[in-house]
């Protein structure tokens, strides 16, 4: 992701399929990051940064109340047919 899309964007929540760098420099406010495959050679190569993220493992639903005002982030635990809900978080406003 490109400097100018990451300041433009200015996303306070985001879900990868993988990790990315997180710029601190570059957008200072307050993220979530949701990565749905965090491998843990990824996590050591990543350092003390890797406690950045919110979740590193999950199927990641977003559920949005009606009308858009409010949205909640769940992982759900995709290692079995079950996909239990392992963390909600929220509710963040949109804007």
Request: hydrophobic share 35%; net charge positive.
């Amino acid at each position: 992701m490109s400097t100018w899309s990451i300041t433009t964007a200015r996303w306070r929540k985001r879900i990868r399929s993988g990790w990315r760098r997180c710029v601190r420099r570059i957008y200072p406010d307050q993220r979530d990051i949701f990565v749905t495959l965090f491998r843990d050679a990824t996590k050591t190569a990543t350092g003390a940064r890797a406690a950045q993220i919110a979740s590193d493992h999950g199927h990641i639903v977003v559920r949005v109340e009606p009308g858009g005002a409010r949205y909640w982030v769940l992982v759900l635990d995709d290692t079995t047919e079950s996909y239990r809900v392992t963390s909600v978080h929220g509710p963040y406003l949109s804007e």
